[in-house]
């Protein structure tokens, strides 16, 4: 990568996270449920995407050794996303400063980054594992916060937990044809290599 | 090699090593699930005395052991014919196997040592409200081990989907889709690679939604005030579980395109209906679940319709061309009628008559009278006995054929054996159906009694000849020279 493109990748990583941490917006991401989980988080994903062009060059290369397929960071990302599905830790990021600050961190380093070391890596089956358990995800999380009976978060209303259900189910479904046209339709030149082993004969 | 067994069907070690695990193991389970079937048959027909308690978890075993085992069967054939057009890997064949037997253990521990006998539809709440006869760690451990089943399938079905996408550019042009309105049409495109694309849509889909399901299923096991909406958890099932059962017929089916044309010495080439049929199918399997639903009069009126019409077009387009094909293949061909041969005939058949008595409870008026009697079981007991089991089967004997070829025994006694077995099995369910026998019921009236002693004597018919087969095909597996399959030659 040239050195451009990673102090380019740096500035905006840095300037997303400041920008996310000026009051107005971070008090108008914060004002919702669905901003919180719909911008504010994904905002903070890409951040830490952005910053695998700091990484030094070596680190890469060097992580894949213990990154068989780009699995090891796809699960650290799986397994830190799911403590931010969880709302107690939604509600408390927006009344707890230490909270507030774990998010900070640990979305960038733990999901963004890892995600963009590793999805690279990742091979075909990987990724399809990967993204249909991200998919069922999404409609698992929005069917529990539509039949969800209270709220779940003392800063938030029930529509709004709600209005978020429903939006992730919106999201699922558009991932899940999203998807499914690319495999049937779409180009994989990355992956064709090669021609029919062989045409219908018996 | 022989035209027979090209070349281009030579397994290397590690290949034979896990086809063989798959048609063991697949052939053992099956006839121990037959026997679980036999002794609830039996018990039905009060020849012998079974528990209630006890009759309930055999036939969630029975249920979920024969759908899934029928799926990894179907899926031996379609990795077995696929992997000559496209590149598979033989490791992610193995993972499938096993996830699956992960997932069978925890199913079987669930159901004998937990006692869960919900049924292997795990229709929401019964799991979560036993009265105290399971606990809801095993109604868990029963739906984990769906879970890993389903991950094993997805597993597979990825490798399947890279091959074909590696070789044909994407899963739109292994259907054909691209040929469907005109252009050269490639009469060498293989209908395997058309039938696999198509399974490998669909069943993902299904996967998707069963992994939904299930989890939030197990969400409300540990979180019984989370009440989940029974409807919605239903459609989602029988989607699932529909997409799954049906998914495994046009897997095996490949076994015909394939093997037909080895003894009639004619191509099986695609056609633009051939083509036209399996998109049309690709779309309507994933809509037809809804016929599952037909009672259930809260369901909005139009899925009801949509289940109706879609009963009566889903399987249509794929099984016409099929039949069509098959009996245009082998008309006037001079066919050598060896077992596999016959057997892809027979699948034929079962699969024709199976499909009649699904149409008509498929229509919504009868469906108020005949669902929930045995007529249920006697359809699909019809096609899955009589229509896909013959087309793994096929399969299976084709392994051997090479070094073993069936005749004697197998073809004079064990064939006929089987199909005269099963007409009585599946007569037995559809008459008793047709009385209003109700389906899943641990004790029968004493009217009921006479159809359950006729299908037992079925059954066991049906049993007698498996364990021919089953043994034949063992022993032509494990038999020297060394222990990969036939013409497993490196
Ligand atoms: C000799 C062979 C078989 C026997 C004796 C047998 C027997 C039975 C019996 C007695 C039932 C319960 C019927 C009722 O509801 O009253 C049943 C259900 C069932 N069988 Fe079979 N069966 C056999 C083969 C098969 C095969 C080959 C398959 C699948 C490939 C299969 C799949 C099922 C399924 C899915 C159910 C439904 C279970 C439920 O209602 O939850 N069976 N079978």
Redo the contacts with the bound molecule.
């Keep these: 990568m040239s050195r451009a493109r990673r102090a380019c990748s740096i500035g905006a990583a840095a300037l997303l996270l400041l920008g996310l941490r000026m009051p107005p917006v971070k008090g108008a991401l914060e004002a919702t449920m669905t901003a919180q989980m719909l911008l504010l988080m994904p905002l903070l994903f890409v951040a830490g995407a952005l910053l695998r062009a700091a990484l030094p060059a070596r680190i890469v290369p060097r992580s894949a050794a213990w990154d068989y397929r780009g699995i090891t960071g796809l699960v650290l990302a799986s397994v830190a996303s799911v403590f931010w599905l969880l709302p107690r830790l939604l509600d408390s990021a927006v009344s707890q400063p230490a909270v507030d600050a774990a998010r900070y961190v640990s979305i960038p380093l733990l999901i963004g980054l890892p995600f963009s070391v590793s999805w690279p890596r990742a091979s075909f089956i990987v990724r399809g594992v990967f993204l249909l358990e991200c998919v069922a995800t999404l409609f698992r999380m929005g069917w529990l916060y539509l039949i969800w009976p209270h709220r779940l978060c003392n800063n938030y209303l029930l529509d709004d937990q709600q209005r978020l259900g429903q939006y992730l189910v919106l999201i699922g479904l558009a991932a899940c044809i999203a998807i499914a046209a690319k495999l049937l339709w779409g180009r994989f030149d990355a992956l064709a290599e090669a021609p029919p082993r062989a045409s219908a004969q018996h | 090699m022989s035209a027979l067994h090209p070349d281009n069907e030579t397994l290397t070690r590690g290949e034979g090593l896990v086809l063989n695990l798959y048609v063991i193991s697949a052939l053992a389970v099956?006839v121990v699930?037959?026997l679980?079937?036999?002794i609830?048959?039996m018990a039905?027909g009060t020849w012998i005395n079974v528990p209630p308690d006890i009759f309930y978890q055999l036939?969630?075993a029975?249920?979920a052991g024969?759908?899934g085992?029928?799926g990894l069967a179907s899926s031996a054939v379609m990795w077995f014919f696929l992997r000559k057009y496209v590149r598979l890997h033989v490791a992610m064949f193995a993972a499938n196997y096993v996830l699956f037997m992960l997932g069978a253990l925890a199913i079987l521990a669930a159901v004998f040592i937990g006692g869960y006998a919900g049924?292997?539809?795990f229709l929401y709440p019964l799991p979560v409200h036993s009265m105290g006869v399971w606990s809801v760690n095993s109604a868990a451990l029963f739906m984990v081990g769906y879970l890993l089943i389903g991950v094993g399938f997805l597993v597979f079905y990825l490798d399947a989907m890279l091959a074909i996408i590696r070789s044909y550019g994407n899963l739109g042009r292994g259907l054909g889709l691209q040929w469907l309105f005109g252009g050269d049409l490639d009469k060498t495109h293989p209908p395997a690679v058309v039938a696999s694309s198509m399974v490998v849509i669909v069943n993902s889909l299904g996967i998707l939604g069963g992994a939904i399901v299930l989890v939030m299923c197990l969400i409300n096991a540990y979180v019984p005030s989370l009440a989940l909406n029974a409807l919605l958890v239903k459609n989602l099932i029988y989607f699932f579980g529909h997409v799954f059962?049906n998914a495994s017929i046009y897997m095996a089916v490949i076994a015909v395109y394939e093997l037909l044309p080895r003894f009639s010495g004619r191509l099986w080439t695609v056609s633009r209906p051939f083509l036209w049929a399996w998109a049309l199918t690709t779309v309507m399997v994933l809509i037809v679940y809804p016929h599952h639903l037909l009672m259930d009069y809260v369901m909005p009126h139009w899925m009801l319709v949509m289940g109706q019409i879609i009963s009566y077009t889903s399987g249509l387009p794929v099984f016409v061309v099929t039949a069509y094909g098959a009996l245009a293949n082998v008309y006037r061909s001079g066919i050598r009628w060896s077992v596999p041969a016959q057997l892809a005939m027979l699948s034929m058949f079962g699969w024709a008559a199976g499909i009649v008595p699904a149409i008509i409870d498929g229509t919504i008026s009868v469906n108020q009278v005949m669902h929930n009697t045995?007529w249920v079981?006697g359809h699909?007991?019809f096609y899955?006995?009589l229509g896909?089991?013959p087309m793994v089967l096929a399969l299976m004997f084709h392994l051997i054929d090479a070094r073993r070829p069936a005749g004697g025994a197998v073809l004079r006694l064990g064939l006929p054996l089987y199909l005269l077995?099963g007409l009585i099995?599946v007569g037995a369910?559809l008459a008793a159906g047709h009385v209003s026998a109700?389906?899943?019921?641990a004790a029968h009236l004493p009217q009921w009694v006479p159809y359950d002693q006729v299908?037992?004597i079925g059954?066991i018919l049906?049993?007698v000849a498996?364990l021919l087969f089953a043994t034949y095909i063992i022993v032509g597996l494990l038999g020297a020279p060394g222990n990969a399959t036939a013409h497993a030659a490196r």
Excluded: E
């Design positions: 099956v699930m037959m679980f079937g036999l609830m048959r039905q036939m969630t029975h249920g024969m759908v085992t029928v049924g292997w539809t059962i045995q079981p699909f007991h899955l006995l896909v089991l077995g099995f369910f109700p389906r899943r019921y299908g037992s059954a049906v049993i498996v």
